[in-house]
């Protein structure tokens, strides 16, 4: 069975700091994907990131960066400078390649709120 | 490009009766996927259809099905209503059933208050 764990519920900082938001995944798929999503108050989840298990560099995207590893089955992701606009619930997820396991399995998420 | 659309965006049903919930996909878009989500249990898959067909299935009991048409448009249908599935629930399409090629993409969801 896939599992996500996110430890972390509700985090809160004050604008321009830097926040990691912290993912670890179980799977015994060999091939499998990891995926963060952005769900801010209007309900929509926003596609953020994919990961695929063999390729474990780590990705910056202005000022978002995630660190995927494999040896702590973890998929961190950093937030540089955080911003109002920012804050939203934010979900990692795991899918296996085929069949069952194809399906995403979410973790609960983490509200992340950003003041001013 | 228009995203996933979903409807309605609010629902008050009581127990008992049945719901339909519709989901329009991104134009090119073959996999439908649905999501229950609920602040006990987070985010739960429903089940996933591509071209018409159910090609994954989560755990939920038999009142939850759905169907897919071909115009890749999907329905949820809810009968005998309980309580607990007053929830948000969300569809996403994606290209096509591999989330290494298309990971999906989400609609504003549908939130069905059960009393």
């Known amino acids: 069975a896939q599992k996500v764990t996110q430890a972390q519920t509700e985090i809160s900082v004050v604008e321009k700091e830097d926040v990691t938001l912290d993912c670890v995944y179980e799977t015994r798929d060999t091939t499998y994907y990891l995926f963060w999503y952005k769900q801010p108050p209007s309900g929509e989840l926003v596609f953020l990131i994919r990961?695929?298990?063999?390729?474990?560099q780590n990705e910056i995207s202005g000022r978002y960066s995630w660190n995927f590893q494999k040896s702590t089955s973890s998929f961190n992701f950093t937030i540089t400078a955080s911003q109002v606009v920012d804050s939203a619930v934010y979900f990692c997820a795991l899918s296996g390649e085929t069949g069952a396991n194809s399906k995403l399995t979410f973790g609960k998420g983490i509200t992340l709120s950003v003041r001013p | 490009k228009a995203g996933v659309t979903q409807t309605p965006r609010y629902l008050i049903k009581t127990r008992g009766q049945q719901v339909t919930l519709s989901c329009s996909p991104i134009?090119?878009?073959?996999?439908v996927s649905w999501y229950q989500q609920t602040p006990g249990q987070g985010l739960q898959f429903l089940f996933e259809y591509f071209s018409e067909t159910q090609r994954n299935k989560g755990n939920f009991p038999g009142r939850f099905s759905g169907r897919q048409f071909s115009n890749s448009r999907s329905e949820m249908n809810v009968s005998t209503l309980e309580l607990g599935d007053s929830a948000l629930y969300l569809c996403a399409s994606s290209l096509d059933s591999n989330n290494y090629n298309s990971p999906l993409h989400f609609g504003n969801g549908t939130r069905l208050t059960v009393t």
């Open positions: 990961r695929n298990s063999f390729d474990e």
């Open positions: 134009s090119g878009h073959r996999s």
